[in-house]
């Protein structure tokens, strides 16, 4: 099973140098969901919504936008993997 940097790369031609931004997001995602008790997945009460509400006001909105994008990628690649 390829890694998630690997899935970006291969499967999205994500540039190299955003990459670790991607992975930074989602493992921040994933923090806030065991933190909380919820769980990890598209249906499931893992909506991004509220970790996207805990970054506003401390990053930027292409931050953001950037953030929701790494975890609608990380839970395709937790899908199909």
């Given at each position: 099973?390829?890694?998630?940097?690997?899935?970006l790369?291969d499967?999205?031609?994500l540039?190299e140098?955003?990459?670790?931004h991607?992975?930074?997001?989602?493992?921040?995602y994933?923090?806030?969901?065991?933190a909380?008790?919820?769980h990890?997945?598209?249906?499931t009460?893992s909506s991004?919504?509220?970790?996207l509400?805990?970054l506003a006001g401390?990053?930027?909105k292409?931050q953001?936008?950037q953030?929701k994008?790494?975890?609608?990628l990380?839970?395709y690649y937790?899908?199909k993997?």
């Amino acid at each position: 099973m390829p890694t998630f940097a690997e899935f970006l790369r291969d499967s999205y031609q994500l540039p190299e140098a955003r990459i670790p931004h991607y992975e930074r997001w989602a493992h921040m995602y994933r923090q806030t969901l065991q933190a909380t008790g919820a769980h990890e997945g598209p249906g499931t009460d893992s909506s991004p919504l509220p970790f996207l509400e805990l970054l506003a006001g401390k990053y930027a909105k292409w931050q953001i936008s950037q953030a929701k994008h790494a975890i609608q990628l990380y839970w395709y690649y937790t899908r199909k993997n």
